[in-house]
Each structure stands twice: as C-alpha cells, then as structure tokens.
C-alpha cells in the first residue's frame, strides 16, 4: 500500500507539474507580466513553486536553508511569498524553469523518501492541520489551482491550449 500511494503520489505531482511546465512554455513574452488575477503571470508561477517548494519540507525551518536558495538568494530576496501583503517581484522565464526543475526533483526524493510512519505524521506548518500524507495532495491541489488560472489566460487572451497530463512528466 506505501508503494503504491507513493507512485500515484509522484504521478500526480508529475502530472501538476507538467501542466504549469507547459504553461510556462505556452506563455507568450506579452503576458509574462501580465494579469492574471491579482498577480502577474510570472508571480503566480513563482508562487506556485515556491508553495510547492514549502510544503515538500518538512517544516517552515526547511526552506531557507536549501542550497539551492543560497544560491540563488538574488532570486528569493526578502521571501516576500512569507509575508502577508500582495508580491512585487518579477521573475525571468528562463529561471522559473529551472525552478521547476529543482521543484520535480525534490519532490522525487522526498515522496521516495516517505515511510508508513511520516505520512501518517502532522505535518509541522502554520495553520495546517494535516497529515504528511494529506499534505501532498494538498499541494498537488495547490499547483493545479494556479495553473488552472494561468490556462484561463492563455486560453482567453491568447486562444492557446494547454493539454490534460495523465501522470508522469512530460514537457509542455
């Protein structure tokens, strides 16, 4: 039974993380700043990494301190994603690209890393009363909301469509 939740886990978020790939891929140069919502286009990317980022650690504590957040501390700033007021930053395509990347890979090794015990465990974030386990459909959820918002867009504004991942990565 772990095995197969931790397989249809990492599909899913293949599948999550596909969709906002091609929505990125998809996204023309004129709406990469654009609205969408109350952010723009390349707010709403980063803050879906970024969430799906948090949430794959094990706590609040676990993000800041990555290597991949020193080294690109230029890109993360003053973690305005953590504070309670609308993002000003914007972000280069090519980088939230490669954030995606790191994002699919630490989601890997964190769900392969999972055992009966963890998932059943609380999970150690503000105002989530979850399991590790609930925690991770939650943040597939997560993904799948914003790039669902970002799809609107494209699919509005741009008559661009976005395909329906199954599971498993695929690029846009």
């Known amino acids: 039974m ?40 390349c707010q709403v990317v ?10 794959l650690g094990v706590s609040e504590d676990d993000l800041r301190p990555q290597a991949f957040h020193r080294e690109n501390a230029h890109v993360f700033r003053d973690y305005e994603e953590l ?27 964190v769900v392969t890393a999972e055992t009966a015990e963890t998932l059943a465990a609380a999970t150690k974030f503000p105002r989530k009363s979850f399991s590790r386990a609930e925690i991770h459909v939650y943040n597939i959820r997560h993904i799948q909301h914003h790039a669902a918002q970002l799809i609107l867009r494209l699919r509005l504004d741009y008559q661009i469509d976005v395909p329906w991942f199954r599971s498993g990565w695929q690029e846009g």
Not at 25 to 31: I, L, Q, S
Not at 46 to 55: E, K, M, N
């Open 46 to 55: 980063f803050h879906t990494l970024f969430y799906a980022d948090y949430y």
């Open 83 to 109: 504070e309670p007021r609308p993002p000003v930053l914007l972000y280069e395509k090519p980088w939230t690209k490669t954030y995606l990347q790191y994002c699919r890979k630490k989601c890997h090794d």
């Open 2 to 41: 772990l095995d197969t939740f931790k397989q249809l886990t990492t599909n899913q978020f293949e599948a999550a993380l596909s969709t906002l790939n091609a929505c990125i891929d998809k996204c023309p140069e004129a709406a990469w700043n654009a609205p969408v919502a109350n952010y723009k286009f």
